[in-house]
């Protein structure tokens, strides 16, 4: 029997103009402290459950880190260090460079020229990316192939390298002969396949893989429901399990298998990680003691039992990587369950001590990396505000909360004070709970500051995830000094005494919308929509708040998608225009810009000048990447906040996501004039959409004298590119040798991008 898992996408026609404008940058000189020491990966945007994968990114010699984040984003950091001491700093740009990944992202050189290739799930289990480097010496890929075998008589034919959705198989040398085998667990999950590299054995060139089904059992072992496998299992040469058959009917699939040599004797042992459990399950290979094939001997259920034990609620995988770059493969563990398990304590560190035949595996921390990070667990919010009246503004950070052993999220507040001299931008940690607010066990607190009860003092209001909002009274002596804010409202009730909610993930924002002189509140939610409440209080001190509209400027966050938008405004100067605007985060990570908020008519529809401002997109924590609209990437969640951090006179952005970190954005100024930098007003339509045979392609406002059209699909594999004048303005193209399904038109001019989705329909 062939297996395939076949996904088919329809969906309506879309069209994203994303990029119109670019003015912010990522920017990683303003330091972070957490006392005197320095949090190095401060803006690296947060982990909850990264995979590791190590390469030499920059071609200098030294390997780098590259952390997946499944379905999310993959994020790249630089080695600064020397050879045995690494310094990882983050740098998203070499991000990207990497093609959409799904599921799980392997790096392993398997032809031979010692550049790292990429594997990842694709549509078949096991897809292959070569790898190169390109004229500024960075890694890129292009797609080789997907993985198939034909030595099966029970298959019919060609059949797919399997690997279970969600399961993170092994790719390494099993049989230690020059070339990568693939393991992962059947269809079931009870049993691991080996899938044999044949390259060796066949005499094929370097640059080539061929796989052959050799065992359905690999390590003659086998798993149920339980934490102990059953070893000693058998297969017969048809590939039927022989032994522990009843067994195998009670499987099931969520696992992570990492094969590493753990005593350092030259087998592969491994552990095990199952979404049924919080521990993992290590069992030893006697290959090498007793002869034979691979076989494992020996299980400690719950590893390390005799030492520090790991524990992530929710399927934790492990990643063999020699992350201290001492000679020595080292373990990294963290949750492989995206959304639901550990989202702070996620990233244990074990460092390999072994020598031959005396493993040795030291615990060194739980919160390896996010340690050096701002993570405020899961969905950050950032808001500025200069809280210690210094004229510098401070940095708060909120969240959707940090899992707790209930399995709820509890909620804190941040607060890092700006601490910057001249020349010097910093932050500095002043309060992991400010106010100690967890103590009302609030799920979500989305923080905003603002005059609301109009005594002249600024106050502050949380948005919370179940959409209802708590209301901090500043009780201080005036505006001018530190403010004491007292909880008066838990629960934020409007001008009759309702309770304000809007029905889930409030994310509040304080501005005077209809500029009669008193701050208004405005509230994104989980529709993307922006409800407003007009400030109609007549006593200073007193807060009244009246629903005046749903949906002002008949705005919304990822328009195509009903639910589940997130939106987050922020309303404000971002440029040297004078103007205030309404920038919003969204669920798909974009930011969306629109005018009209300072005229003061809220029965406006507000222009959308913006899909993707400044082409920031938390997809991969970095602008005008070619996949960041391709809608691989759901629930990535965007939040910002603006303002002067340096003192220089222009703006700076600060953006949060669903990892719970932050990242940071500089506006680019001009060096001779101070004038933003000014990119094409470019546009791009494709028609008709869908289409069967021909795509005509329109485009408008490019500078450039060449274009570059390249036409892929959702696994980011090429199909067409040609260079064309731009003075042409119109081009036609054949897609008849397309099959059914969804493509992205990519029309590049000089460093600008612009896309489009197109389906071919038959």
């Given at each position: 029997?062939?297996?395939?898992?076949?996904?088919?996408?329809?969906?309506?026609?879309?069209?994203?103009?994303?990029?119109?404008?670019?003015?912010y940058?990522?920017?990683?000189?303003?330091?972070?402290?957490?006392?005197?020491?320095e949090?190095?990966?401060?803006?690296?945007?947060?982990?909850?459950?990264?995979?590791?994968?190590?390469?030499?990114l920059?071609?200098?010699?030294?390997?780098?880190?590259?952390?997946?984040?499944?379905?999310?984003?993959?994020?790249?950091?630089?080695n600064?260090?020397?050879?045995?001491?690494?310094?990882?700093?983050?740098?998203?740009?070499?991000?990207?460079?990497?093609?959409?990944?799904?599921?799980?992202?392997?790096?392993?050189?398997?032809?031979?020229?010692?550049?790292?290739?990429?594997f990842?799930?694709?549509?078949?289990?096991?897809?292959?990316?070569?790898?190169?480097?390109?004229?500024?010496?960075?890694?890129?890929?292009?797609?080789?192939?997907?993985?198939?075998?034909n030595?099966?008589?029970?298959?019919?034919?060609?059949?797919?390298?399997?690997?279970?959705?969600?399961?993170?198989?092994?790719?390494?040398?099993?049989?230690n002969?020059?070339?990568?085998?693939?393991?992962?667990?059947?269809?079931?999950?009870?049993?691991?396949?080996?899938?044999?590299?044949m390259?060796?054995?066949?005499?094929?060139?370097?640059?080539?893989?061929h796989?052959?089904?050799?065992?359905r059992?690999?390590?003659?072992?086998?798993?149920?429901?339980?934490?102990?496998?059953?070893?000693?299992?058998?297969?017969?040469?048809?590939?039927?399990?022989?032994?522990?058959?009843?067994?195998?009917?009670?499987?099931?699939?969520?696992?992570?298998?990492?094969?590493?040599?753990?005593?350092?004797?030259?087998?592969?042992?491994?552990?095990d990680?199952?979404?049924?459990?919080?521990?993992?399950?290590?069992?030893?290979?006697?290959?090498?003691?007793?002869?034979?094939p691979?076989?494992?001997?020996?299980?400690?259920?719950?590893?390390?039992?005799?030492?520090?034990?790991?524990?992530?609620?929710?399927?934790?995988?492990?990643?063999?990587?020699?992350?201290?770059?001492?000679?020595?493969?080292?373990?990294?563990?963290?949750?492989?369950?995206?959304?639901?398990?550990?989202?702070?304590?996620?990233i244990?560190?074990?460092?390999?001590?072994?020598?031959?035949?005396?493993?040795?595996?030291?615990?060194k921390?739980?919160?390896?990396?996010?340690?050096?990070?701002?993570?405020?667990?899961?969905?950050?919010?950032?808001?500025?505000?200069?809280?210690?009246?210094?004229?510098?503004?401070?940095?708060?950070?909120?969240?959707?909360?940090?899992?707790?052993?209930?399995?709820?999220?509890?909620?804190?507040?941040?607060?890092?004070?700006?601490?910057?001299?001249?020349?010097?931008?910093?932050?500095?940690?002043?309060?992991?709970?400010?106010?100690?607010?967890?103590?009302?066990?609030?799920?979500?607190?989305?923080?905003?500051?603002?005059?609301?009860?109009?005594?002249?003092?600024?106050?502050?209001?949380?948005?919370?995830?179940?959409?209802?909002?708590?209301?901090?009274?500043?009780?201080?002596?005036?505006?001018?000094?530190?403010?004491?804010?007292?909880?008066?409202?838990?629960?934020?009730?409007?001008?009759?005494?309702?309770?304000i909610?809007?029905?889930g993930k409030?994310?509040?924002?304080?501005?005077d919308?209809?500029?009669?002189?008193?701050?208004?509140?405005?509230?994104?939610?989980?529709?993307?929509?922006?409800?407003?409440?007009?400030?109609?209080?007549?006593?200073?001190?007193?807060?009244?708040?009246?629903?005046?509209?749903?949906?002002?400027?008949?705005?919304?966050?990822?328009p195509?998608?009903?639910?589940?938008?997130?939106?987050?405004?922020?309303?404000?100067?971002?440029?040297?225009?004078?103007?205030?605007?309404?920038?919003?985060?969204?669920?798909?990570?974009?930011?969306?810009?629109?005018?009209?908020?300072?005229?003061?008519?809220?029965t406006?529809?507000?222009?959308?000048?913006?899909?993707?401002?400044?082409?920031?997109?938390?997809?991969?924590?970095?602008?005008?990447?070619?996949?960041s609209?391709?809608?691989?990437?759901?629930?990535?969640?965007?939040?910002?906040?603006?303002?002067?951090?340096?003192?220089?006179?222009?703006?700076?952005?600060?953006?949060?996501?669903?990892?719970?970190?932050?990242?940071?954005?500089?506006?680019?100024?001009?060096?001779?004039?101070?004038?933003p930098?000014v990119?094409?007003?470019?546009?791009?339509n494709?028609?008709?959409?869908?289409?069967?045979?021909?795509?005509?392609?329109?485009?408008?406002?490019?500078?450039?004298?060449?274009?570059?059209?390249?036409?892929?699909?959702?696994?980011?594999?090429?199909?067409?590119?040609?260079?064309?004048?731009?003075?042409?303005?119109?081009?036609?193209?054949?897609?008849?040798?397309?099959?059914?399904?969804?493509?992205?038109?990519?029309?590049?001019?000089?460093?600008?991008?612009?896309?489009?989705?197109?389906?071919?329909?038959?």
């Amino acid at each position: 029997m062939r297996i395939y898992i076949l996904i088919t996408l329809l969906c309506c026609t879309f069209i994203s103009t994303a990029q119109i404008s670019k003015a912010y940058y990522p920017d990683s000189t303003v330091k972070v402290y957490s006392g005197t020491r320095e949090l190095t990966l401060a803006w690296a945007g947060g982990f909850n459950n990264p995979q590791f994968a190590m390469g030499d990114l920059n071609h200098d010699g030294l390997p780098d880190l590259v952390v997946y984040e499944p379905s999310k984003m993959v994020k790249t950091f630089i080695n600064k260090g020397t050879t045995g001491n690494p310094d990882y700093r983050y740098a998203p740009e070499y991000a990207l460079n990497f093609p959409p990944v799904s599921n799980y992202l392997v790096l392993a050189d398997y032809n031979c020229d010692n550049i790292p290739d990429l594997f990842q799930e694709g549509g078949t289990g096991f897809s292959v990316y070569r790898g190169y480097y390109n004229s500024s010496n960075r890694l890129c890929f292009s797609f080789y192939k997907d993985i198939y075998y034909n030595n099966d008589p029970h298959a019919g034919g060609a059949a797919n390298a399997y690997n279970n959705p969600g399961d993170i198989p092994a790719i390494v040398d099993v049989d230690n002969d020059g070339d990568l085998d693939f393991v992962s667990y059947d269809i079931n999950g009870g049993f691991l396949n080996l899938y044999k590299n044949m390259r060796v054995e066949y005499g094929l060139p370097c640059d080539s893989i061929h796989i052959e089904l050799k065992d359905r059992c690999w390590g003659k072992v086998s798993q149920i429901f339980y934490r102990t496998h059953f070893m000693g299992t058998s297969c017969d040469n048809t590939g039927l399990k022989q032994t522990n058959d009843t067994a195998a009917k009670q499987t099931h699939s969520g696992n992570t298998p990492c094969l590493f040599d753990w005593d350092m004797d030259g087998d592969y042992d491994y552990l095990d990680g199952s979404v049924s459990f919080n521990e993992m399950t290590f069992l030893k290979n006697g290959r090498i003691e007793y002869g034979g094939p691979d076989s494992m001997v020996y299980q400690d259920t719950m590893w390390q039992s005799g030492g520090t034990t790991v524990s992530i609620p929710i399927w934790p995988a492990a990643f063999n990587v020699d992350i201290d770059q001492d000679g020595k493969k080292d373990l990294l563990i963290s949750p492989n369950a995206g959304n639901a398990s550990e989202n702070y304590k996620c990233i244990w560190f074990y460092k390999n001590m072994t020598t031959p035949g005396a493993p040795d595996w030291q615990f060194k921390s739980d919160t390896f990396l996010i340690d050096k990070t701002i993570d405020a667990g899961t969905a950050s919010y950032p808001m500025l505000f200069d809280y210690n009246k210094d004229g510098k503004p401070d940095l708060f950070v909120g969240s959707d909360g940090f899992r707790q052993s209930t399995g709820l999220l509890k909620s804190r507040i941040a607060y890092y004070e700006n601490t910057s001299t001249t020349g010097h931008p910093s932050f500095t940690l002043r309060s992991l709970n400010f106010l100690n607010i967890d103590t009302f066990s609030f799920q979500g607190a989305a923080p905003t500051f603002g005059d609301i009860d109009n005594d002249g003092k600024t106050d502050m209001i949380l948005g919370h995830s179940n959409g209802t909002l708590t209301y901090y009274k500043n009780i201080a002596a005036s505006e001018t000094v530190q403010p004491i804010w007292q909880p008066i409202m838990t629960t934020l009730t409007n001008d009759t005494g309702g309770t304000i909610n809007v029905s889930g993930k409030a994310a509040p924002f304080i501005y005077d919308i209809d500029k009669d002189g008193k701050k208004d509140l405005v509230i994104g939610n989980t529709y993307g929509t922006i409800q407003y409440y007009r400030n109609v209080s007549t006593v200073p001190g007193s807060i009244k708040l009246k629903l005046i509209n749903n949906k002002l400027g008949n705005i919304k966050a990822d328009p195509n998608q009903l639910i589940g938008c997130y939106s987050t405004p922020f309303i404000g100067r971002i440029d040297s225009t004078g103007r205030d605007y309404l920038l919003m985060g969204s669920n798909s990570g974009n930011i969306y810009r629109f005018d009209s908020v300072q005229s003061g008519d809220t029965t406006l529809t507000y222009p959308m000048i913006d899909t993707q401002y400044s082409s920031i997109d938390s997809t991969y924590t970095y602008y005008n990447h070619p996949y960041s609209v391709l809608g691989l990437y759901d629930n990535i969640r965007s939040s910002l906040t603006v303002g002067d951090v340096d003192g220089d006179g222009d703006y700076e952005m600060i953006t949060g996501n669903i990892l719970g970190g932050l990242n940071f954005y500089k506006r680019k100024l001009n060096d001779y004039t101070g004038i933003p930098v000014v990119n094409e007003d470019g546009r791009v339509n494709v028609y008709p959409n869908p289409t069967a045979d021909i795509l005509n392609i329109n485009w408008s406002g490019m500078l450039h004298e060449q274009l570059k059209l390249t036409i892929i699909n959702m696994q980011g594999q090429q199909f067409y590119s040609e260079t064309i004048p731009a003075n042409t303005q119109h081009t036609s193209i054949d897609v008849n040798s397309l099959t059914t399904g969804i493509y992205v038109c990519i029309v590049q001019s000089g460093v600008n991008r612009y896309y489009n989705k197109f389906t071919v329909l038959r």
